[in-house]
């Protein structure tokens, strides 16, 4: 179903290919901007189909790109993870694109309406961003996420993916194509960067001649720390999730170490996987030695101060750098700390702004956890791997977006919009 690999010969190629994706890309949001909901459904609709009827095609490619990571010798465990499709992972993508499609479709939703003294009204509106650039590595899956939350907010989007994942994002966007296709939506509407080649990102970062509206970077610390330093164009900022569940003296034991293992172990490969456990001191005597047994147990490893070493033989010390390590493996810091405070103040030193949890039957402790720690995702007896666009009802996310500025959290297909104003009068003239 793939086409083959393309081969771009020199930079003067590159420059010349990348120019024309991004010309052609914004000549599809110009289109995409006023595609009615129904055509836009109609293309989510047959996407879905297509990624179906064309999962063995996506899993052959998969497995082509999992077996040259593996022959890399350099590949981890976590990276295998996020690199590799399943069939049920397939189906999550299909049942992920028909929640976005049953979603209110954002475009030109009046949000607020006025009237001022002199009688014109004024109506505030979402609209589109116009092209949007995902920059991502190893989870091919954003291909199919970030394509379709682009369409249903009436933006072009121009995909490129890591190097690892090449042949499954072809694969992936086939599918999209063929959507774009049945609907009659211009096909640049979704573009794939068809080459491996490390300068097109680059290229990306300077906006393409001012074809990009916003990039969008999907991958780990140094991916995002390039594209902050490089872009010439506004970034939704997804930084790393070094995420932490503290345990208060009041909760159930029984729900904390529940919510603890998923939230370490369900996949440790994802941004919503939690990085450190940190221990309410009140009573850490009942509390600890549980939590820190039952990760040991189950494959992780524990890397702790000196009250969490002492509670089992098998825990190795934590170094400073540990309490800022997003591991994206089965690896954990433990800490005890004082009460909610100490949590929070750990959290406010050490954390990225990702996602916190706070486990407790302590109403006020929880509502002061919610309150003061400064995350895009906080949480109350509830796992950090619920940091997910798909769990929060968006159908998919284009990222998890840390910064302060336009969006927070999981971004969907509201978030990919800005706004206008439209002012309607009957003739008004300023004095």
Same mark, same amino acid.
């Given at each position: ?38 055509? &836009? ?57 028909? !929640? ?42 954003? =291909? =199919?996420? =970030? ?83 490089? =872009? ?83 825990? &190795? ?13 089965? !690896? ?35 509502? &002061? ?63």
């Amino acid at each position: 179903m793939a086409a083959p690999l393309k081969a771009v010969d020199g930079n003067a190629d590159l420059q010349a290919l990348m120019s024309d994706l991004g010309t052609r890309a914004r000549a599809a949001a110009r289109v995409l901007a006023l595609a009615p909901p129904e055509q &836009k459904n109609r293309a989510l609709d047959a996407m879905e189909r297509a990624i179906r009827n064309h999962a063995a095609a996506i899993l052959a490619a998969n497995a082509e790109d999992v077996a040259e990571a593996r022959a890399s010798g350099n590949a981890t465990s976590s990276f295998i993870d996020r690199l590799t499709l399943t069939p049920a992972r397939i189906e999550g993508m299909a049942e992920g694109i028909a !929640i976005v499609r049953g979603i209110a479709d954002p475009i030109g939703v009046v949000t607020e309406s006025w009237q001022r003294p002199n009688g014109m009204t004024i109506e505030r509106v979402r609209v589109p961003l116009g092209v949007v650039g995902v920059i991502f590595e190893s989870r091919p899956n954003v =291909a =199919a996420d =970030a394509g379709v939350l682009c369409l249903k907010s009436g933006n072009a989007v121009i995909l490129r993916g890591g190097s690892d994942s090449f042949r499954s994002c072809r694969a992936i966007h086939e599918c999209l194509v063929q959507g774009l296709r049945e609907a009659a939506l211009p096909e640049a509407a979704i573009t794939l960067v068809p080459t491996r080649d490390r300068a097109a990102v680059g290229m990306m970062l300077s906006g393409l001649n001012g074809a990009i509206d916003v990039i969008v970077p999907r991958g780990g610390k140094s991916l995002v720390a390039r594209v902050e330093q490089e =872009a010439r164009v506004p970034v939704f900022a997804h930084l790393e999730g070094v995420n932490h569940v503290y345990v208060d003296g009041s909760a159930d034991l029984a729900m904390a170490k529940s919510i603890v293992l998923n939230a370490k172990m369900r996949r440790t490969g994802v941004c919503g996987a939690a990085e450190t456990l940190l221990v309410d001191r009140a009573a850490a005597g009942n509390n600890l030695k549980p939590l820190v047994e039952m990760l040991l147990d189950a494959g992780c490893e524990v890397r702790g101060d000196d009250a969490v070493q002492n509670a089992d033989a098998r825990v &190795k010390p934590a170094s400073e750098d540990d309490w800022d390590t997003e591991y994206l493996d089965a !690896i954990i810091a433990a800490k005890v700390v004082d009460g909610v405070d100490g949590a929070i103040a750990h959290i406010q030193s050490h954390g990225s702004h990702h996602t916190d949890a706070i486990v407790s039957a302590d109403e006020a402790a929880a509502k &002061k956890f919610l309150s003061e720690v400064d995350s895009a995702i906080v949480l109350h007896n509830a796992s950090t791997q619920f940091a997910d666009g798909g769990e929060f009802g968006f159908g998919a996310e284009i990222g998890i977006a840390t910064g302060r500025f336009h969006a927070r959290g999981p971004v969907g297909a509201e978030q990919l919009t800005s706004f206008k104003y439209r002012v309607h009068g009957t003739g008004q003239t300023r004095p």
